[in-house]
C-alpha cells in the first residue's frame, strides 16, 4: 500500500498547506461527477481522501509518522506490543526472566511454583474489566457539527457519547471506563464505539468537502443572480453567473466538514412539472442564433 504522502505527491516535510492544495488539485481532477462511469478514477480519488483524511489531522500524521498506524489508519502490531507493555510493565520484566528456551524445566522446589500461581492469580485480580464494543449510527449532520448521542445499554442505563465534529464512517470512540467491570480490582474496562453514519437526503461528504446537488430554474440558469442554498450550518445565498448550464460546479469557500473544507454546488436545471403557458409561448416565439447548437459536439 502506497503511504498517504505518495498518493497526494507531497513529502514528508509537507505544510497543511501544501496537503491541503495537494487533495483539492486532485480531487477536482478525479472526482466521480467529473469522471462519470471510470472506475479508475472513482478509485484513485477514494484513496485520495483517505490520504488526505490521514494527513490533515496533525494526531493521525503524528501517529503514522511515528509507525503506530498504517495508511488506512488501523493501528500498527508494534504499537499495539508498545502500548501492552506501557499498561503492563512487569510482563516485559517477566519476558526477560524467563526467556531461557528451558522453559520451566530448570526451577525447582513448590514453592517456586507456587509464587507463580500467586503472581497470576494477582495479576488477574488487579486487570481491568474488558472492553464493551458499541455500534452507533449518527446523522450526517451529526458526523460533520458534532454532536451528544446516548447509548441504551442491554442491562439498563445508558451510555452518552460525545461525537466530535468531523467524524468519519467506520471511526471508533473509546470511552475510558465505560466498559466491563472487572473481576477484581481493576477497575471498568473501556466502551470501544464504532461510528455508523447514516446517508443525507442530498448532501454527500469527500474528505472534508460537501457536495450537493441544486435544481434552479431556466430564468435562474439564464439570467444569473442570487438564490438560496442549504448548507451543512443553514441557507446561504449563491450567486449563479448567467448563462450557467446543468452539471456547472459553485463553490461555497469554507462552508466543508467543520469549516475546514468546501461546499460544491452542481446545478441542475429543472422544467416546470406542470405545463407552463407562459413559457411555452415564450419558447415558441424564440430563434436561437445559427450560431448556438448545443449538440455540435456530437456531430460525426
Known amino acids: ?102 522453559g520451566f524445566e530448570d526451577f525447582a522446589g513448590d514453592d517456586l511454583f507456587s509464587e507463580l500461581f500467586r503472581k497470576q492469580a494477582e495479576k488477574q485480580r488487579n486487570a481491568k474489566g474488558a472492553d464493551a464494543q458499541y455500534r452507533l449510527t449518527v446523522s450526517f449532520l451529526d458526523a460533520v457539527n458534532g454532536g451528544l448521542q446516548r447509548i441504551s445499554l442491554p442491562g439498563g442505563g ?65 439570467l444569473g443572480g442570487p438564490v438560496k442554498v442549504p448548507t451543512s450550518t443553514g441557507s446561504v445565498m449563491l450567486n449563479i453567473p448567467k448563462a450557467s448550464n446543468t452539471g456547472a460546479l459553485l463553490r461555497l469557500k469554507g462552508k466543508g466538514v467543520a469549516g475546514k473544507g468546501d461546499q460544491f454546488v452542481k446545478l441542475k436545471i429543472v422544467l416546470p412539472q406542470m405545463p407552463d403557458a407562459a413559457l411555452n409561448d415564450f419558447l415558441s416565439d424564440w430563434s436561437p442564433d445559427a450560431s448556438y447548437d448545443p449538440r455540435k459536439e456530437m456531430q460525426l
Not at 79 to 100: G, I, L, V
Not at 175 to 203: C, E, M, R, Y
Open 158 to 222: 445508558a451510555l452518552d457519547v460525545n461525537i466530535p465534529a468531523g467524524i468519519q464512517e467506520g471511526q471508533t470512540l473509546r470511552l475510558k471506563g465505560k466498559g466491563n467491570a472487572s473481576q477484581g480490582t481493576g477497575g471498568h474496562g473501556d466502551a470501544l464505539v464504532q461510528i455508523a453514519v447514516a446517508p443525507h437526503a442530498f448532501f454527500t461528504r469527500v474528505g472534508d468537502d460537501i457536495f450537493v446537488e441544486l435544481p434552479v430554474t431556466i430564468k435562474e440558469a439564464a
Open 1 to 102: 500500500m502506497k503511504s498517504p504522502y505518495e498518493i497526494l505527491g507531497v513529502a514528508k516535510t509537507a505544510s497543511a498547506d501544501d496537503v491541503r492544495k495537494a487533495y483539492r488539485g486532485l480531487a477536482k481532477k478525479l472526482h466521480p461527477d467529473l469522471n462519470p462511469g471510470d472506475k479508475s478514477a472513482e478509485a484513485k480519488f477514494k484513496d485520495v481522501s483517505i490520504a488526505y483524511d490521514l494527513l490533515s489531522d496533525n494526531a493521525k500524521r503524528a501517529k503514522f509518522d511515528a509507525g503506530e498506524i498504517d495508511a488506512a489508519g488501523n493501528e500498527t502490531a508494534a504499537a499495539r506490543e508498545r502500548q501492552y507493555y506501557r499498561d503492563h510493565p512487569q510482563a516485559r520484566q517477566q519476558q526477560n526472566a524467563y526467556a531461557s528456551s528451558a
